[in-house]
Nanobody
Framework: QVQLVESGGGLVLPGGSLTLSCVPS????????MGWYRQAPGKQREVVAR???????TYADSVKGRFTISRDDAKNTLSLQMNSLEPEDTGVYYC????????WGQGTQVTVSS
């Protein structure tokens, strides 16, 4: 059973930055398709950014140029660097891993507000 542990959420002012991290317990991120999703209040969960097994990255249009997803095999960590945060980025952010089955983290809250 893979357990994904997220950290790094919090309250930030508009224009600020946060970095989210995801570490799989007892499992490796090496060559695994992974991603970050978010769910805002009253909305469906949506993809934010993904990294393929080969390392190719894709982003939602709303975060292109502001967010960067990275998978660090040495640290066994998936990260999401978020810059120029906007109130519309507020939500619960979930880490995702696929190895033939779907695995989700418990979520970390990101609130962008003045």
């Amino acid at each position: 059973q893979v357990q994904l542990v997220e950290s790094g959420g919090g309250l930030v002012l508009p224009g600020g930055s946060l970095t989210l991290s995801c570490v799989p317990s007892g499992y490796t991120v090496h060559f695994k398709p992974m991603g970050w999703y978010r769910q805002a209040p009253g909305k469906q969960r949506e993809v934010v950014a993904r990294v393929s097994s080969g390392g190719a990255t894709t982003y939602a249009d709303s975060v292109k140029g502001r967010f960067t997803i990275s998978r660090d095999d040495a640290k066994n960590t998936l990260s999401l660097q978020m810059n120029s945060l906007e109130p519309e980025d507020t939500g619960v952010y979930y880490c995702y891993l696929w190895n033939g089955n779907d695995y989700w983290g418990q979520g970390t809250q990101v609130t962008v507000s003045s």
